[in-house]
């Protein structure tokens, strides 16, 4: 690799720093690096890389370096920002990454914390089950290694796997103990929309829970929610507890299924058009409604507590969401990497941030696992027993 095209490389993430480009484009990223920074700043870097690289005591390989110049501007934006979601992939993590949904699993959804990756579900029939791994827990080391500060997609891809192989989780539960977990990855299904009827003084309520905002949730969504209503649902509770978001179309999907009309959500950036979404129209009769979350409904999930909410559809219960209020784009480095970048935020129906704030509920309910029944279920009955 030439001085030139390494100092190019390197210097991709400076150039979204200084605010420069809104896509990822290689040309339009080296022009702008040369007009804004000119030669001798990629020179310096680059100089930098070749001094290192020739005159320190110990041998270094250059694409080390460039992964840490990379990492280390990462690190500053970062902190310097409070960004919890910004990353940097190397070559071997970005290869992982888009061969992760092809590979088998252990069967948990996860949010990304500080110390690593926070448990929201764990799934029936799994091998996270199986092992006794609760929501709540905290994934902090995969095979040995800590993933603190680490991407949620990148060390997601870690724990998948051929189905068959192993991998250990090293485990921090909630009563502070820590442990390794050695798990059998195996092709795991898990449902996405499940529902059923809950009874509450005599009257019929329709339960439904979301697990994720995947490509045809809105349809899966709706068709179990139009059965429970020909069951004689007289009311409904979406249970979005622990789910981390997914697709913002999706989630604008998600909210027309019950919000008639008017703005579900808008997304704003430094370099991204700011776009409004809009409800799409055919919004099914309206009912009682609740939304559940917990500390794990996040990012796309908020985004339809919030339309629910706002625009008086529905009540909302459990405990306070996650807060994420930023969305990502994966862009592609020349040097086999990618920058998993925050390139915007999204605003609710009614134009406030959420991020690093979260939805409160208006009415507290928070189930503890160890007892029966689900408490926050029977929160939301109690709030919906007055509208029946």
Known sequence: MTRRTLAIAALVAIAFVVGIVAGGQVDVIRGAVNDVLGDKAQDATAQAIDVIHDDYFHTVDKADLENASIASIIDHIKHRYHDHFSHYFTRDEYDRFKQGSSLSGVGVAVNEVPRGLRVATVYKQTPAREAKIQPGDVITGVNGTSIAGKDADAVTSQ?????GTKVTLTIASRDGGIRDVALTRREVD??????HIETVNGSKVGYVRLAG??????????????????????????DLRGNGGGLLTEAVLVSS???PDGVIVSTHGRTQHTRTFDATGDALPRHPMVVLING?????????????????VAKVT?????????FQEVIPLNNGGALDLT????????????NHIGIPPQVKAKDI??????????????VLAPQL
Request: a negative charge; zero cysteines; proline letters at 5%.
């Open 296 to 312: 794990d409904t996040a990012s796309a999930s908020e985004i339809v507590t919030a339309a629910l909410e706002q625009s008086g």
């Open 257 to 259: 299924i019950f919000v």
């Open 213 to 238: 905002f995947f490509p045809g949730a809105h349809a899966e969504l709706r068709k179990e929610v139009e059965r429970l209503y020909e069951q004689g649902a007289q009311g409904l509770i979406l």
């Open 159 to 163: 724990i998948r796997g051929p189905a």
């Open 318 to 326: 459990g405990t306070t969401s996650f807060g994420k209020g930023t």
């Open 369 to 382: 696992p160890k007892t029966k029944p689900d408490e926050g279920i029977q929160g939301a009955l109690r």
């Open 343 to 354: 390139v915007g935020e999204y605003l609710t129906r009614n134009g406030t941030s959420i």
């Open 190 to 195: 898990i449902p996405q929309v499940v529902g």
